[in-house]
């Protein structure tokens, strides 16, 4: 079946530091490829999304590319402030009404 | 305005009881889906209502009642709770199987 692995978290940072989170996922066909965010207290938002392979998804920072190939879809970012501090989701649809999630990766910056 | 509200927030009771949580998206979607999310931010489909049918129901108890009156609403109802039944429940919408929009979540305390 379809499944989403992302690496076990906490991660703990520094301000300014490098963000890597790693997920794979197993599908059958050509899932679209989703990061969805949660801060404390609150609903899943997305962060980013990738409809096919080779896409690279962006926002606030964070990117991610779609890589069929090693079936992957890291996030990544360059320079982590305090505020992203939240647990990150990794998730894919193959089309149907069901988006499969991963476990979450929680994500501490420390200033 | 809340794109996708939730009610009511915070709910304990105790095991035996039965509760109900109220769901409404305001943005024109044709999917409501309920999640519940367990202690360690697990995220798992429970169900999923495209406009107004149920198409996913992911072998949750009997216990658990969902009814969706008109393709805005989504509510679920609980009978006789029990200790694993505590979680936080999100409510979430999404349209042509695309990205999902969360609601704040309704976390359920059973003691």
């Known amino acids: 079946g379809n499944s989403v692995t992302q690496m076990e978290g906490p991660v703990t940072l520094s301000e300014e530091a490098f963000l890597t989170i790693n997920c794979t996922y197993t599908?059958?066909?050509?899932?679209?490829l989703f990061w969805y965010v949660q801060y404390p207290g609150e609903g899943l938002q997305l962060l980013l999304k990738?409809?096919?392979?080779?896409d690279k998804g962006s926002n606030k920072g964070f990117e991610a590319t779609y890589r069929k190939e090693t079936t992957s879809f890291h996030l990544e970012k360059g320079s982590v402030q305090v505020s992203d501090s939240a647990v990150y989701f990794c998730?894919?649809?193959?089309?149907?009404?069901?988006?499969?999630f991963g476990a979450g990766t929680r994500l501490f910056v420390k200033a | 305005d809340t794109a996708v509200s939730q009610t009511p927030k915070y709910l304990v009771t105790q095991m035996g009881n039965d509760k109900s949580i109220k769901c409404e998206q305001n943005?024109?979607?044709?999917?409501m889906y309920w999640y519940k999310q367990d202690s360690k931010k697990f995220l798992k489909i429970m169900f999923s209502?495209?406009?107004?049918?149920?198409?996913i129901n992911e072998t949750v108890p009997n216990r658990f009642s969902p009814k969706s009156p008109d393709k805005a609403h989504l509510n679920l109802h609980i009978n006789s709770l029990e200790l694993g039944d505590s979680a936080v429940y999100f409510c979430?919408?999404?349209?042509?199987?695309?990205?999902?929009?969360f609601g704040e979540g309704s976390r359920l305390t059973v003691l």
């Open positions: 209502y495209n406009n107004k049918e149920l198409i």
């Open positions: 943005l024109g979607h044709d999917t």
């Open positions: 998730a894919l649809n193959t089309g149907g009404f069901k988006t499969i």
């Open positions: 599908a059958t066909g050509y899932p679209s």
């Open positions: 990738a409809t096919k392979a080779d």
């Open positions: 979430a919408s999404s349209l042509n199987r695309d990205e999902l929009f």
